[in-house]
């Protein structure tokens, strides 16, 4: 009887493993417990892989037997192309290629795009450097778009759908780079077109007092006009706003002249523009204790001597409200920057983006800089100052639309010279405006989404030690406290079947 009860319960958990093997291979889940969901798709992603209609190919070229804080990225990716497939309904496919098997696959890596990166990898108490290959290329009949590298726990959804995204759409949204004020060429913003071109088809448009600003942009960006801008323009731009149109605005309020050592106010009309609407920008330079260095100059003696000298008046930006905009950023260089307030109605919503450092304060232009000037703590009276900010509402007729302001034209500009480059946090800032403005897909969510690293914290060789033995000696206990556990009830089982036995 006994015998037969054992097989029965043998066949049974036997047919329950095969049942839920043959069904795992038509449905699977996953739970994420992760404090970010790093591990689950977005929106976004699953509305681009809902709308695919030509099949994708991912080939990941991936090296092996990679230290464990770098190998983890190709199982991650792989997890994250098994979700892509089924979500697509197979319209995702992907493979996996070893770069380092061979010459001829270590060819196609570069060829396509993906180069190797130099790891240190530690072998019998040595450490030697090893090649290895972490990118992929996506591709859709023919059109490739290259990931040369998987930084380990950067974005890698972000990088997946927005490579996706920019093969699979046929019409890309149309951006506007307003010109006819002396704003900058595309070529002096270099950096923002390109990241911009991934998704949007960026134009210039030069106004006229004729001009009407397509509905078909998405966003208009404004940034750093020198000239005076007619009315006729603004009412432009109150038009574009009534139709629901969104505006990305940088401006100079104040500008400084390093070869005159002198800073003055700029006057554009856009400034009482703004203010029409709520929002003010002074004409007070922020100085700022966090701040970037200029060179300098000095005579001694026979010699010039070149330093380095800290100037408050170029704000190093580092503390940022927790919004799409701004979420990831860790430091943006702005060049004379101005205080932003909002004083607007309840008809009106004004979200502050960044902000000054606890130590900064505020002087009026004009005025002269004083390189040899020695700052000192009483300078910096204020703390969080609004540099960039975020308006919305009806801001001209009766339909919503938002202006996010900068109240730095410069930070964006790369200049006329060739191989001048911005901070890359200083692009991320406009590129992430643009999206937010502009996007409706939710991918700039996937922007900064990443794995959050938790290492464990240095700790005190004592701790050490007992953490260790502790890990060592507590499972060996539980089941000695369990084994005497079950001990007792047994012997409590055979004491009560022994009285009864007796009476």
Not at 39 to 52: E, P
Request: aromatic share 8%; with cysteine; charged share 20%.
């Amino acid at each position: 009887m006994k015998a037969a009860k054992i097989s029965s319960t043998i066949i049974l958990i036997t047919a329950i493993v095969l049942i839920v093997n043959i069904l795992s291979e038509s449905y699977s889940f996953r739970l994420d417990f992760t404090e970010g969901r790093e591990y689950t798709l977005s929106k976004a992603t699953r509305n681009i892989l809902k709308n695919l209609e030509k099949p994708v190919t991912v080939t990941a070229y991936f090296s092996r037997d990679l230290p464990p804080n770098i190998g983890n990225v190709s199982g991650n990716l792989k997890d994250m192309l098994i979700e892509y497939s089924n979500r697509s309904d197979g319209m995702v496919v992907y493979r996996f290629v070893n770069p380092n098997e061979s010459e001829q696959l270590e060819g196609e890596a570069v060829q396509n795009g993906i180069q190797p990166v130099m790891i240190n990898v530690r072998e019998k108490d040595q450490v030697k450097q090893q090649k290895a290959y972490l990118g992929a290329v996506v591709s859709i009949e023919g059109e490739k778009e290259v990931i040369p590298f998987f930084q380990p726990g950067a974005a890698m959804e972000y990088a997946l759908s927005t490579s996706i995204k920019k093969l699979s759409v046929v019409n890309k949204p149309a951006i506007a780079l307003i010109q006819g004020h002396g704003e900058p060429l595309i070529n002096e913003v270099s950096q923002i077109y390109t990241e911009l071109s991934v998704l949007y088809n960026v134009e210039p448009l030069r106004m006229t007092d004729t001009t009407d600003i397509p509905e078909s942009f998405r966003t208009i960006a404004i940034i750093r006009p020198t000239d005076t801008i007619p009315p006729a323009h603004l009412e432009k731009f109150d038009d574009y706003l009534a139709k629901g149109g969104n505006i990305f605005l940088a401006l100079n309020r104040v500008e400084g002249d390093f070869s005159t050592a002198t800073g003055r106010a700029v006057s554009t009309g856009l400034e009482d523009w703004l203010m029409q609407k709520g929002v003010t920008i002074s004409d007070n330079f922020i100085i700022d204790a966090s701040c970037s260095a200029v060179t300098v100059q000095q005579q001694q003696q026979n010699f010039i001597m070149t330093t380095q000298v800290q100037f408050p008046y170029i704000p190093v930006i580092s503390k940022f409200a927790d919004n799409p905009v701004t979420r990831g950023l860790e430091s943006v260089t702005m060049q004379f920057a101005s205080p932003i307030t909002f004083t607007g109605d309840s008809t009106k919503k004004f979200t502050p983006l960044a902000f000054s450092s606890a130590q900064s304060g505020t002087i009026r232009a004009p005025l002269y800089f004083d390189i040899q000037r020695q700052w000192s703590e009483n300078d910096f009276p204020m703390s969080g100052l609004v540099v960039a900010g975020l308006l919305e509402g009806r801001l001209s007729g009766e339909r919503d639309s938002k202006i996010l302001l900068v109240s730095d034209g410069d930070f964006a500009v790369n200049g006329p010279q060739k191989g001048n480059q911005l901070p890359q946090d200083n692009v991320s800032l406009m590129v992430n405006s643009v999206d937010w403005l502009s996007d409706d897909t939710g991918l700039i969510d996937l922007r900064t989404k990443e794995v959050t690293s938790r290492p464990i914290k240095e700790m005190q060789d004592g701790t050490k030690a007992l953490l260790k033995w502790l890990n060592f000696l507590l499972p060996i206990l539980l089941v000695i406290i369990y084994g005497l556990i079950r001990m007792q009830i047994s012997r409590n089982k055979r004491i009560k079947r022994m009285e009864v036995s007796y009476e």
